[in-house]
C-alpha cells in the first residue's frame, strides 16, 4: 500500500494546508470535500495498480521528458503527458531556478482514474504519483504534477525553512490568484488582530502575522492579549492543572494564566496567526519580485532571519515586498453591484408615481 499512502499523504499537504483555526465553515467544508476527492482518487488509483499487478505486469510505460522533467505513463495517455511536462517545466525553472535540475533524479507517474479494471502500468523504480481525475486536460495535468514536483522541492528545505512553509508552489498565474483570493478571504474573517489589522494596511501587524517578528516567545510577539485567551482554549490540553489554568484564562481572562498554558505548549503548536496558503502566496511574491536568482537567494543563508532572506531574494525590503502582496491581494475584493445615475433617477421616480397612486387608492379614503 506504498503508492496508497504517498498518495494521500500528497493530497493532504495540498489540499489541507491552511490551518484550521482561521478558516470559515463554508472553507472548512470545502476543503473536507477536494479532500475526500483526493482519497478517492488515491484508493481507485491503488486498486488500479493492484489490478495492474494481477492482469498486466509487463505492460509498458511511455516516457515523456521535458528539459529535466520526466513523466511516465501508459501509452494510451503519452499525448496528455507530453502537453503537461511542456507547460509545467517553465513554470518550475521559473520558480526554482538552477535547482529545478534537481527534479531530473525523480520520476513521476502518471495515474488517470477511469476504473479499478483499467492498467496503469508498473514502474521498475521509485516514482512520485500524479493522479488526475478521467476528465482532466492538459493543464489539469500540469498544474498536478507541478504540484507534485513542488513537495519533492521541500525536501530540500532547511529546518527553519520547512517549519515557516512546508511546500514554495510553483509559479501559476491561474493557481496564485485563486489562492490570493482565498486569502482575502482570510484577511476578513481571520479572528486573529494581526491579521486584520493587516488587512486594513499596518504593515507591521503583517510581518507580525507571519511570524517575521521576534519568535523567541509566539504568544507575546505575534499574538494579542484577545488571541492569547482564544488560542490558549483551543490549543491547550486536558490535564488538571492545564484545565485550572484554562479555566483562569477562559472565564476570569487572565492573560498571565493564558501565557502560562501557551509557553507550555510545543513548538510547532503556536504557528504564525496568518495560515501556510497566505504565507506560500507571499513567497510567489517575493520569487516574482526577485526574477531569475531569487529562489537561490533564499535558500543561500539558512541561519539568517526569515525576514532577511526574503528580502534578499525579492530584491526589495521585506515591507516592501509585504506591500506588494497585500495590494495583490486586497484587489480581488468582490466587487459591489453599481446602479448608474440614470437608473437610480428612473427607479426614484417610479416609486413616486406608485407612492401617490397608492395615496390616491380607495384604501386611504
Not at 529545478?100 to 495515474?111: K, P, S
Not at 476570569?252 to 504557528?271: E, K, S, T
Amino acid at each position: 500500500m506504498s503508492e496508497l499512502r504517498a498518495a494521500l499523504a500528497l493530497g493532504v499537504a495540498l489540499l489541507a494546508a491552511p490551518t484550521l483555526r482561521a478558516q470559515t465553515i463554508p472553507e472548512l467544508r470545502a476543503r473536507i470535500a477536494r479532500l475526500v476527492e483526493a482519497q478517492n482518487l488515491a484508493v481507485t488509483a491503488q486498486h488500479r495498480l493492484d489490478s495492474a499487478r494481477s492482469m498486466a505486469p509487463n505492460l509498458q510505460l511511455d516516457t515523456a521528458r521535458h528539459a529535466g522533467l520526466t513523466l511516465l505513463v501508459i501509452p494510451r495517455d503519452a499525448g496528455l503527458a507530453r502537453e503537461a511536462v511542456a507547460e509545467a517545466w517553465p513554470a518550475l525553472e521559473r520558480t526554482y531556478g538552477t535547482h529545478a535540475a534537481e527534479l531530473a533524479r525523480t520520476d513521476f507517474h502518471l495515474i488517470v482514474s477511469r476504473g479499478p479494471d483499467t492498467p496503469t502500468g508498473l514502474p521498475r523504480g521509485p516514482v512520485v504519483p500524479v493522479i488526475v481525475a478521467t476528465d482532466a486536460n492538459g493543464h489539469d495535468v500540469a498544474r498536478r504534477l507541478s504540484l507534485s514536483a513542488g513537495q519533492v522541492m521541500s525536501q530540500a528545505f532547511d529546518t527553519a525553512l520547512h517549519r515557516w512553509i512546508q511546500t514554495i508552489y510553483p509559479l501559476d498565474p491561474r493557481f496564485d490568484e485563486q489562492r490570493r483570493r482565498d486569502v482575502y478571504e482570510e484577511l476578513v474573517t481571520s479572528p486573529w488582530l494581526a491579521v486584520r489589522r493587516c488587512f486594513t494596511g499596518d504593515i507591521a501587524r503583517c510581518r507580525q502575522g507571519f511570524g517575521l517578528t521576534g519568535g523567541a516567545d509566539p504568544a507575546t510577539d505575534w499574538y494579542a492579549p484577545e488571541d492569547r485567551l482564544r488560542l490558549a482554549f483551543e490549543r491547550s490540553g486536558g490535564t488538571n492543572g492545564q484545565l485550572a489554568l484554562r479555566k483562569s484564562c477562559a472565564e476570569a481572562h487572565r492573560d498571565a494564566d493564558c501565557l502560562l498554558l501557551l509557553r507550555g505548549l510545543p513548538r510547532d503548536r503556536l504557528d504564525p496567526p496568518f495560515t501556510t496558503t497566505a504565507r506560500a502566496t507571499l513567497v510567489s511574491t517575493v520569487l516574482e519580485l526577485g526574477g531569475p536568482g531569487a529562489y537561490d537567494r533564499l535558500l543561500a543563508n539558512p541561519r539568517a532571519p526569515l525576514a532577511d532572506r526574503l528580502a534578499a531574494a525579492a530584491g526589495v525590503s521585506t515591507d516592501s515586498a509585504i506591500a506588494v502582496w497585500r495590494n495583490r491581494v486586497t484587489a480581488l475584493a468582490p466587487t459591489s453591484a453599481k446602479v448608474p445615475a440614470r437608473s437610480a433617477w428612473a427607479a426614484f421616480g417610479w416609486a413616486l408615481v406608485f407612492g401617490v397612486l397608492a395615496l390616491r387608492s380607495s384604501r386611504w379614503r
